[in-house]
């Protein structure tokens, strides 16, 4: 169900990459489904939108605020869909309230909002909407404040609308649609900032007096065509002796294991003995997509046995501000966040008490992340992993 705080309509099961994350070039092995446009497994199951896409039906946090709620027309409730927008023409921002480019293109942003008020050509028939990908409701709020931001922004916290989009590879990630038959249709998409709030306004207006937009090169892939934490079944073998070896265990095999899940995600079976028992953990090495345009992808991988509960945690790149990664203290503080809990009871990322100082965004990436485990656990489950 769709629920106010930021949280966006969940309506189909996804996989999405499991990670974890190394530090410094040391190896720690300690220790809701999404609403998509595809399914599981398949890179190409959610597809990169582009221009002559509608955009995706998709349930949007509605703004709260009735000046808000008027100037997009849409009915004061707690969710809606872009198409109930009334407008003929549509400029949505993908962003987040950490990006530096983002912080820096909401002034470009609020000149384009004041000429597009200004023009009687325009005023009314465009409508500007920003979106906070990994944000909070009252982060956006903050940010509108601080960039006296004029016109609505919304947060996307779990990450739904972006999914839907076929996860862009960066913000900030602007469209311009355009209404066609009931829904808005994208006519121009980048990543990356604006140059100047002249050339962004001559497109919307060539566009609302029926000219055709010069095709331009895309600028922009899916973050999961990326992505690619290097990790050979030989590497997770090496790693998973030599922490398992320290903790008291042996490792007699570890088996790489075919089940669907999102490229470049892997999961693999380890068989340990300790004290003349013998068990079976779960690896799961995977990706996720930086946010920012000048960040790092994360990855990482976590461990689970057959109850679901997380055994370890595993860095492979855990970067935070300037890219730099994670100290052992930051590892260890992102740890204890997760070991010992079950994957068939993911924890909702709470920013106060679990991000890392200067990474935010690559805490709530690895929350995103490991709130899939359930999944994993329940394919291990049909294919008799957990017997």
Known sequence: MFKRGGVFKKAGPKLFALMLVITAGVWFFQGVAYSSRGGIGDDDSIPLIKAGDNFPETELFAPRAKTDQNYLGIADKSGFYLKE???????????????????????????????????PDMKGRVKLLSIGVGNREKDMEKFRQEKKV???????RDFVAMENIGYPDATPFIMILKRENGNFVVKYAQ???IKTPEGFLDRIHKLLTGVALAKTKQNYTSAYHLMDPHMTKEKVRKMGIDRLTSMGYKVEKITKLKIKVRKPQQVFAIKLKKGGV??????????EGKICDVCHDVYFIYVFDRKGTIRD????????????LFNEAEVKKTRKSFVGRSVLKPVQFN???DAVTSAT???????????QGKNIYTQLKKVGYMK
């Open 85 to 119: 927008v009334k407008a003929d023409a549509m400029v949505v921002e993908f962003m987040n309230v950490h990006c530096l480019h983002c912080k820096m293109q909401a002034p470009i942003l609020d000149k384009v909002y004041e000429a597009i008020e200004k023009d």
């Open 150 to 156: 004029p016109f609505p922004m919304i947060p996307d």
């Open 191 to 193: 990543k990356g900032m």
């Open 278 to 287: 013998t068990e079976t953990w779960f690896a799961v090495v995977g990706a």
């Open 313 to 324: 945690l595993l860095p492979i790149q855990f970067p935070k501000k300037g890219n730099k």
């Open 351 to 353: 920013e106060e008490t």
């Open 361 to 371: 965004m690559t805490s709530a990436l690895i929350f995103k992340s490991i709130k």
